[in-house]
């Protein structure tokens, strides 16, 4: 099709519209074609299809007369003198009421009848879906603008739909997004895509952006899927399973870059309802259902690739939605439209929020967003509700639908119990700039209407909504202001929700990621419970270890999947650069508290100097767990395709030590030196300062932990709030220490760097560590941006 016969054509094929199309078959329709047509090559799979032209929803109302009754309503609600309802439904009842032209109907039948004859049935099941000539496009994006149709079948059905889709341009949510958006209701024109049905009602379906949709990180994949039809993601009514996939590594047959796999509640799913008017209905999910991934590794990467591959043709970001077929077990691309938030967002001013204050835990749930804000709270737990919402509030509903983006675009935050990041909810806010927290289960119920709360989206995936008004930072920097250093400057990263959140600083690498916290936050459970739960006796703790397991016949594989994503999601914002990964550096009390722990761990007088670092990992009583941590670093650095990953020994006391460790290690398939494996020391037991030259034989680097070297070399307890005073990395004999260990890992000819608090606390001690020529100082990202100005002025005074 092309822009001659875009006035005289009333129905075409999808295969035969583009890009260049908009105009004429608006966004919706045009990318369908063009993925028809321009992508299949690439393995994508769209629905066939034909659609209806801008031109004949200009014929429709034309030959039904229905332009004057349009401008006069629109007229009559911006005066005043009719409400938005009033107005809508006016509108609406002169589409309705419509006849097409008869050229324009035989077209939809022959089209339709065409259709039917190539799927084998007499009366094919389709999708009616709107497509308006001002939608997807890059600044006017709003979720569920206009209806969809599903499961119609039937040429009085299907040119029943079609019209139902005009008179959809008029709803109440289109006509107010008009008007926020300031486009002209009677230049924007409709036209209506019909495809065959894909039957995800008996498999699957879903939203997937190729870009991360909360921090903007450019090299993920980021999935929704859930049972059923993707209404319920979109509407938030369920919490779907969340996939993440990194985009570089994607292309190599050897890896599997699948960095989250998230098990979502998935309650309930809707499927067709034949014999009915209402097409579909919603069911409750089975128990099996609810504890199952949707899709598998292979369906997950099919999916990553097709993301990747829609990208790189439209050369920018992409939100889409795909669908399984449950009975062929097909998947399908069902739409693809520009991302309108991140992709509009600078790449160099960098704002950060920082919670000062502290209050009790109300709920939480999926952060949108990256800001904090005050404000009272506002429930509203039906859409006829809305007139009730105070502006500036925060709104707390159980989920939202395009009806609610009157009082949304009002609104200081917004909290649900449903939903997921992509649900309608976190669409719209994201578009609007308004910070929410959805999915948190429970917020209508535990939230008091008036109360003030503190809603912050600043720690990463997860959202957080507190008791109380508290006090938060807003710190702003151009990222293009930043001094360059000779030293390298890494960032610590604990928590695989937050890795993204720090993506855009200049970082050299991670200096170190703590495993401890994966496996306390994520897996929760004792490893050598997961190896032998039948000695789990404690009361409880086979319970809940079942529930964490979803019933998963492989317990020891659920902890190494667990922690492989969670170190590989650490590890993607920063490929190819270094990520030092700390194996699990757990005190015997820390083990303790996980579940099962209290039937493995003995009790310690001063766990702080006991069972810990290294000396679990060759030890009877651990080694079996240890065996776990090395298969998730294997398949990290194999399966996952993280090359970039370096294995961090902590609490080495003795050479002998560190000698039982590398043999361990390499018995468990990490051998140092093979394929490019380096594996570093925490340089934080005054004995390993002594013998640094004697360890360096036995490692590639050193990482200066100067919080337990600290508590060493003055013999203070470093959590005792007694001795605090005395607790200080800048007391010159720990100086003396680190200048010494510095200078023989040189000597050695290996690299040395520094991962303690000591320069995040002190710029002062950046400075000496500058002086002593240290090769990398490793921040906590939020004391990034004020940290390195300090490090390049110390280097400028050398």
Known sequence: MNARTTTDVYVVSLEDVGMDDVPAVGGKNASLGELSR?????????????????????????????????????????????TLREAGETIRELFLGGEFPPDIAAGIRDYYRGLSERSGQARASVAVRSSATAEDLPDASFAGQQETFLNIS???????????????????????YREIKGFDHLEVALSIGVQRMVRADIGASGVMFSIDTESGFPRSVLISAAWGLGETIVQGTINPDKYQVFKPLLSDPRFAPIIEKTIGAKERKMIYRRGSHARTRTIDTTDRERRSLVLNDSEILTLARWAVAVEEHYGRPMDMEWAKDGSSGELFMVQARP???????????????????SGPLLVSGAAIGESIVHGSVCVVRDARDIGQFRDGAILV???????????????????TDHGGPTSHAAI????????????????????????????????GEDGSVYDGTLAFDIEEVDLGTLPTTRTSVMVNIASPSAAFQWWRLPAAGVGLARMEFIISNLIRIHPMALVHPERVTHPGDAERMKELTSGRADLQEYFVDALA??????????????????????KSNEYGHLIGGRSFEAA????????????????????????????ALKRVRGKLGFSNVIIMVPFCRTTREADLVINELARNGLVRGEEGLQVYMMCEIPSNVILASEFARRFDGFSIGSNDLTQLVLGVDRDSEQLAGLFDERDEAVKSMIAEVIAKAHAAGIKIGICGQGPSNHPDFAAFLVKEGIDSISLNPDTYLKTVPVIAAAENQE
Request: hydrophobic fraction near 40%.
């Open 38 to 82: 321009s992508l299949i090559r690439s393995g994508v799979r769209v629905p066939e299809g034909f659609a209806t032209t801008a031109s004949a929803y200009r014929a429709f109302v034309g030959a039904n007369g229905i332009e004057p009754g349009i401008r006069a309503s629109i007229e009559a609600y911006r005066a005043g003198s009719t």
């Open 154 to 176: 039937g040429e009085r059905e299907v040119l029943e739909a079609c019209r139902r889709c005009y008179a959809s341009l008029f709803t109440d949510r289109a006509i107010s």
């Open 339 to 357: 991302e309108t938030v991140q992709a509009r967002r600078s790449a160099s001013v960098f704002r950060i929020y920082h919670l000062r204050g």
């Open 397 to 415: 509903a159980q989920m939202t639908d395009p009806d609610w983006v009157p009082i949304m675009q009002r609104a200081a935050g917004i909290v």
């Open 428 to 459: 719209v806010s994201r578009e609007l700039g308004v910070p929410a927290v959805v999915g948190t289960g429970n917020a209508t119920s535990v939230l008091d209407e008036g109360t003030s709360i503190t809603l912050s989206c600043a720690g």
């Open 565 to 586: 994503t969670g170190v590989a999601k650490i590890a993607a914002p920063y490929y190819p650069l270094p990520v030092i990964v700390r194996l699990s550096d757990f």
């Open 604 to 631: 310690e007088e001063n766990p702080m100097l006991g069972f810990r670092g290294a000396s679990r990992y060759y030890d009877k009583r651990y080694r079996e767990g240890f065996a776990l941590e090395c298969r």
